[in-house]
């Protein structure tokens, strides 16, 4: 699998607060808050923090049907792939395997972009998503 960037998502329990500690105690000068998220760029990988309420409507926690049909969870770590059938081939070598698949569903991203997300948890129950942005598919 060839990933386009890694996205690890937390959930925090007020995201101004996570906003002012990154950027002013940890230094994260170029920390930011958009959407509800709390942007962190690191070499290689951009980490998000969600507010716990925004966080868990992708999950089972919801109180409402969730977008998503994974397990309650206060992290996630997600990988850009280029195709669905990449993506697609990914989950179902994870099915084979000691990890569990949960079915891929198109979503709309908050930034209104059509997105096909698979998401799998490994042996350990750490949740992983996949994500295809389905207006820049190759397939």
Not at 47 to 75: C, G, M, N, Q
Request: include cysteine; aromatic fraction near 8%.
């Amino acid at each position: 699998m060839k990933t386009q960037g890694v996205v690890l998502t937390l959930a925090v329990r007020d995201a101004e607060r996570s906003l002012a500690f990154y950027r002013d105690a940890v230094g994260f000068e170029e920390a930011t808050l958009a959407m509800g998220l709390v942007c962190l760029e690191l070499p290689g990988m951009t980490i998000f923090l969600a507010e716990h309420e925004a966080f868990t409507k992708y999950s089972r926690e919801a109180k409402r049907t969730p977008l998503l049909p994974v397990p309650a969870t206060d992290a996630i770590l997600s990988c850009a792939v280029a195709s669905v059938s990449e993506l697609d081939q990914v989950l179902s070598a994870i099915a084979d395997s000691a990890g569990k698949a949960f079915e891929a569903h198109e979503i709309e991203h908050v930034s209104g972009r059509l997105q096909y997300i698979g998401t799998f948890a490994d042996p350990d129950g750490h949740l992983w998503q996949l994500v295809c942005n389905l207006e820049n598919s190759q397939g």
